[in-house]
T-cell receptor
């Protein structure tokens, strides 16, 4: 079955540690995205990538980093510079970036920083 | 700048009845897409329905229909014959023809009562 996988589902880290969230898709989509969701709110874009080896900052990129070495994979690193990292993180993909292509989401990773 | 407004924080609906979720948007672009997503308690964002700004007919997908009123800039979601499994958070989102991100509303929580 085609889809988007994110791992792990729950993640706990100590303050000051970097942590990497995994996102893999087998939909053959060119574009991938990372969103952050805080309780009771909508989603905000962190980073997006239109093609391999290329990515751009979204609205709230500070304290985060990404890589896109393979079409299928778009890992997100939450660094110690991110002031409030505890949140729900959702990865998405679409056939191409821009236009009105539908974005499909993974199951999300809930990060808690202690 | 894009803006999505969902004015209903929460709604209750009786099983088998229809419910309408309001969404208004603001954009100066002529070409844009409107999306509705469902987020159950598990957290995954599930794509429900899409409406293009140039589509003349309202979109329908099974029990979901989108009441698109372009002049009023509204894109209300109608869920017919509500089921217990429809209990979730519902988000309206928009993307214009050149933007890379979805702009989300704050969401509406729907609770279906037996």
């Amino acid at each position: 079955d085609g889809g988007i996988t994110q791992s792990p589902k729950y993640l706990f880290r100590k303050e000051g540690q970097n942590v990497t969230l995994s996102c893999e898709q087998n939909l053959n989509h060119d574009a991938m995205y990372w969103y952050r969701q805080d309780p009771g709110q909508g989603l905000r874009l962190i980073y997006y990538s239109q093609i391999v080896n290329d990515f751009q900052k979204g609205d709230i990129a500070e304290g985060y980093s990404v890589s896109r070495e393979k079409k299928e994979s778009f890992p997100l690193t939450v660094t110690s510079a991110q002031k409030n990292p505890t949140a729900f993180y959702l990865c998405a993909s679409s056939i191409v970036a821009g236009g009105t292509d539908t974005q499909y989401f993974g199951p999300g990773t809930r990060l808690t920083v202690l | 700048a894009q803006k999505i407004t969902q004015t209903q924080p929460g709604m209750f609906v009786q099983e088998k009845e229809a419910v309408t979720l309001d969404c208004t948007y603001d954009t100066s672009d002529q070409s844009y897409g409107l999306f509705w997503y469902k987020q159950p308690s598990s957290g995954e964002m599930i794509f429900l329905i899409y409406q293009g700004s140039y589509d003349e007919q309202n979109a329908t997908e099974g029990r979901y229909s989108l009441n698109f009123q372009k002049a009023r800039k509204s894109a209300n979601l109608v869920i017919s014959a509500s089921q217990l499994g429809d209990s979730a958070m519902y988000f309206c989102a928009m993307r214009d023809s050149i933007d890379y991100k979805l702009s989300f509303g704050a969401g509406t929580t729907v609770t279906v009562r037996a």
